[in-house]
């Protein structure tokens, strides 16, 4: 069994799977503070360093399941047709049941059912990364050629431009000032308004660097690490990933507590619709420089993990193998964890932890969600011919 794994799996990539899952269960155990009832809110100016610090340790967590996907599938071991069905078979499948489910269980049935036309259910927001991953790998086959053949430099050119348009975000809304403009979507969801950079205009949104921004980097990323990087000492790991993470995380931390900060200037609880919140939320989006450089912190922290021992064989790679179901599905049992600590602990300082009742319910919420769904995942994908139907 310990060679069959070794000759599969990339141990690492298998050891940053099992973190990602879990990061984004606090992402996700963290929205209840500073999300509220309609639209935003945040209690105390307590609960907005809570939020900023267990957010921001974890938002690089998509961006690490695209380098894993990158750094497996790209460039193609296997033709078009062949990937193609292939990812077809483990991520729409489990996709569409898992989308019908939430779509039954949340909101109102039939009007979920008619969105689902056009987008997916904004009830089970966590979804939005299927359709990106669906378009990444859509994208794959057109690139592999290039990636086969591509020296040192020029990838690395082309990263330096992914890296810039991370700078985008911010340039962009410095530009609005205190002008911005959001517009909202079938599900009341806000997207700030763009400000015309570099070629965009009222008429085209394909400026010069559109197909350069999003998710392109991290798939160029995963791409460099296979074909570049070889294994590096941890002295000199951690001289690189430290100060990247480091960087990162105090970008992302300090601008979502400033912009809550000048929100309240001074007096909380401070809210309003959810506009707010997604203005808060702008150092956080996956293609800003913050986010990026904690990506590539925490990257090369994986590529430190060789553990195959009995727990690699038992937990790590069977938990693994169930990320993408564990992904799908932890939202419903998420929920259900977060009303009962909120309900149990109190909410913020007034609860019976006082000032530690924000993050006791976070971490809570999130390793119960973890050990419920990634055992719940792990036991049904050994379902024959259901499993890989239900979780991938």
Not at 108 to 129: I, M, R, S
Not at 159 to 185: H, Q, S, W, Y
Not at 319 to 347: D, E, P, Q, W
Request: charged fraction near 15%.
């Amino acid at each position: 069994m310990a060679n069959h794994i070794e000759m599969k799996r990339e141990v690492w990539v298998d050891w940053m799977r099992i973190a990602a899952c879990f990061l984004v269960m606090v992402v996700h155990s963290t929205e209840p503070f500073y999300f509220g009832g309609e639209g935003t809110l945040i209690l105390t100016r307590t609960d907005a360093f809570w939020a900023s610090f267990f957010d921001t340790f974890a938002r690089a967590c998509v961006p690490l399941f695209v380098v894993a996907s990158s750094y497996l599938q790209f460039p193609l071991h296997y033709s078009t047709g062949e990937f193609l069905r292939r990812r077809a078979a483990r991520i729409l499948i489990p996709f569409v049941l898992w989308t019908v489910v939430y779509a039954l269980i949340w909101g109102e049935p039939v009007q979920n059912f008619k969105d689902l036309l056009l987008n997916f259910n904004y009830t089970a927001g966590h979804l939005w990364y299927v359709y990106m991953l669906i378009g990444l790998y859509l994208l794959m086959p057109l690139l592999s050629p290039w990636a086969e053949k591509v020296g040192r430099r020029e990838l690395l050119f082309f990263m330096a431009i992914c890296l810039f348009t991370t700078f985008i975000p911010f340039i962009r809304e410095k530009a609005v000032g205190d002008n911005a403009v959001f517009l909202f979507g079938p599900g009341g969801i806000p997207m700030q308004g763009q400000y015309p950079l570099w070629g965009e205009a009222s008429w085209n949104e394909f400026g010069v660097f559109y197909y350069f921004s999003g998710f392109i980097g991290y798939l160029l990323l995963g791409l460099y690490l296979r074909k570049f990087v070889e294994e590096l000492s941890t002295g000199r790991t951690l001289a690189i990933a430290v100060p990247c993470w480091l960087v990162g995380f105090a970008i992302c931390f300090q601008g979502f507590l400033r912009r809550v900060f000048e929100t309240a200037q001074g007096t909380f609880p401070v809210g309003g619709d959810v506009s707010v919140a997604a203005g808060w939320e702008t150092p956080w989006f996956n293609n800003t420089v913050g986010v990026a450089l904690m990506t590539i912190g925490w990257v090369l922290l994986f590529r430190l993990c060789r553990g195959e021992g009995g727990f690699y064989r038992k937990v790590v790679f069977p938990v693994s193998k169930a990320s993408y179901g564990i992904y799908l599905c932890h939202m419903i049992a998420l929920s259900s964890y977060a009303t009962l600590f909120r309900t149990t602990l109190g909410i913020g300082e007034s609860g019976s932890l006082g000032v530690m009742t924000t993050p006791a319910e976070i971490i809570l919420t999130a390793v119960c969600s973890y050990l419920t769904v990634s055992l719940l995942c792990v036991i049904v994908q050994r379902i024959p011919k259901l499993g890989k139907w239900v979780v991938g």
